[in-house]
């Protein structure tokens, strides 16, 4: 078996065969050492090679210019904004079958079938422990006050983390409401947005900043990494709500290609990522919330506590998208 990486997304069509006895071809935002441990297992089991492309960005423009020449089989990204522009494109094509079905819930898989999920995350807040008392935030609508002002740090507002929880907020509450919270939000930033989730909590451990907005699965992965442990370690994780609802989640998923040349193979591949035994590797592998029935999330994970989902339908999120873009740039959320 081999894997192949490629960060900038210039990989030749010719570097990935086409079609193979048993090969399954991977098109990946998610880099593939993180998805190692799914692959390995999918191939012990099944006798299966799989080869994943990591792309940074422009899969859809990938796909569009490969056309039926695509040696992808399967997409698999890290947010419903980015694997519904794939569907959007017309790069798909639908698959169900009673395995993806029993194994996915119906609230995290396109009703056309077009797309599983595999695991969710919640975005969230981590504040200070030494100076932020938990009791203070405890809704999304929270972080607009003004007694937040200078204290906040984020990644950029359109990053499609931050896009899609500004979706969830038009979804909630239109779209001048929207661009209000957004502007609240923006008055209390310590700092231009800048840096990744984990840069975000250690300006909160430097002192820069005493909330941040990030995934949960930022968390686990800082907690294990010895240079990183303190950073975690100095702040609490914090699941604020919608007032009307619960934690906005995200997912990350996987979707059959319209070219597919290994289709049946794909298939195989998308039955065994939705099944509990490998949302289970997922999940620990992640610190990501594994959604098959009877699965269970990492201990790490499960010791930051429970929270309510926001059930908020994720395509619909994804169709406010546009949306929330626009209004990200009215504000100049990044200026």
């Known amino acids: 078996m081999y894997r192949l990486t490629c960060a900038t997304a210039l990989m030749l069509t010719t570097a990935m065969p086409a079609i193979a006895e048993g090969?399954?071809?991977i098109y990946s935002?998610?880099?593939?050492?993180?998805?190692?441990?799914l692959t390995d297992a999918f191939t012990e089991e099944t006798g299966i090679d799989v080869n994943v492309a990591y792309l940074n960005k422009g899969m859809v423009e990938r796909l569009q210019a490969e056309g039926d020449r695509s040696p992808a089989d399967m997409v698999l990204t890290v947010d419903i904004s980015r694997l519904s522009a794939v569907v959007d494109a017309g790069l798909t094509q639908p698959v169900e079958t009673e395995t993806l079905t029993s194994n996915v819930p119906a609230q995290y898989r396109d009703p056309d079938g077009n797309w599983y999920g595999l695991t969710t995350r919640a975005r969230i807040v981590y504040a200070s422990k030494d100076r932020v008392d938990p009791s203070e935030v405890t809704t999304y609508e929270d972080l607009a006050d003004p007694k937040w002002e200078g204290r906040i740090c984020t990644r950029s507002g359109t990053h499609p983390y931050n896009v899609a929880l500004a979706s969830a907020v038009i979804e909630h509450h239109g779209?001048?409401?929207?661009?209000e919270w957004l502007?609240?939000?923006k008055a209390n930033l310590a700092r231009k947005p800048q840096g990744n989730d984990r840069a975000q909590v250690k300006a909160i451990w430097a002192g820069e900043c005493d909330l941040a907005i990030g995934n949960t699965y930022y968390m686990g992965k800082m907690l294990a990494d010895p240079e990183q442990a303190e950073w975690a370690n100095s702040v609490n994780v914090l699941f604020p709500e919608f007032e009307d609802s619960g934690t906005h989640v995200n997912i990350s998923g996987v979707a059959l290609t319209k070219s597919a040349p290994n289709k049946e193979n794909a298939i195989k591949m998308m039955e065994f990522l939705t099944s509990p035994?490998?949302?289970?590797?997922?999940a620990h592998a992640n610190y990501e919330y594994p959604i098959a029935e009877g699965t269970e999330a990492d201990e790490v994970v499960q010791s930051w506590g429970e929270f309510t989902p926001d059930e908020t339908n994720l395509m619909a999120l994804a169709a406010q998208r546009a949306a929330a873009l626009r209004i990200?740039?009215?504000v100049d959320f990044d200026g």
């Open 23 to 25: 090969i399954v071809n």
């Open 29 to 37: 935002y998610r880099q593939p050492e993180l998805i190692a441990p």
């Open 175 to 179: 779209e001048e409401a929207a661009k």
């Open 183 to 185: 502007g609240g939000l």
């Open 277 to 282: 035994k490998a949302q289970e590797i997922y």
């Open 328 to 330: 990200i740039e009215e």
